[in-house]
């Protein structure tokens, strides 16, 4: 006759020492689960970049169109200016199209427009309709330039100073809140650098 208390012929089934192999999974599930979830709250806007205070990565990206030249790391130099990534099939870039064309109409420092994975005419119908804040406009056909950057998606804003170095990186369409807030104080910060 076999016990309660038995697992098969001859092995007796204690709490105590077998219990623990069954909590196993459970707890590396209930870890994991912890780790996305936090994971999950992080803005990834706000994520920091490797790059900041370092040279923006070397890139020479052609023209989007005739009009207007493209765009190289060199163009970069001499003065502060924003480089924002976009693409006509990004809807928060068509979210953010008003602001930035306001923000270029200002003056305060050239905005410079990198088109990534995009269709040149669609592109193009793009800025038609929104409007065109861009000094220059390079097209980034591979996405090297995009990866080079570390950007996450589009679009995405750099600041970048005199010398060409990245200073501030926005991961989140412009509003005109984080253009006062963030961006401005930040282009005259550099500006008043010598």
């Avoid at 697992?7 to 780790?35: H, N, Q």
């Avoid at 709250?41 to 490797?50: D, F, G, R, V, Y």
Wanted: glycine share 8%.
């Amino acid at each position: 006759m076999q016990r309660r208390d038995q697992v098969g012929p001859g092995k007796p089934f204690v709490w105590g020492r077998d219990r623990p192999f069954f909590l196993i999974p459970i707890a590396l599930f209930a870890c994991l689960f912890a780790v996305f979830g936090l994971g999950l709250t992080k803005n990834p806007a706000i994520l920091p970049s490797a790059l900041i205070d370092k040279p923006a990565p070397s890139f020479d990206l052609p023209a989007l169109s005739a009009d207007r030249p493209g765009l190289a790391r060199t163009d970069l130099l001499g003065h502060p200016s924003l480089v924002n990534f976009f693409a006509s099939w990004c809807e928060p870039c068509q979210q953010e199209a008003s602001v930035l064309a306001g923000f270029s109409a200002s003056g305060v420092v050239p905005i410079y427009g990198i088109d990534y994975k995009d269709n040149p005419t669609a592109a193009k119908k793009f800025l038609a309709t929104l409007g065109n804040p861009y000094t220059r406009i390079g097209v980034d056909v591979t996405g090297h330039t995009f990866v080079d950057f570390g950007a996450y998606g589009v679009p995405e804003t750099y600041i970048i100073d005199a010398k060409g170095a990245i200073r501030y990186r926005l991961a989140e369409p412009v509003t005109p809140e984080i253009l006062q807030t963030e961006i401005l104080p930040r282009l005259q910060a550099l500006q008043q650098q010598p």
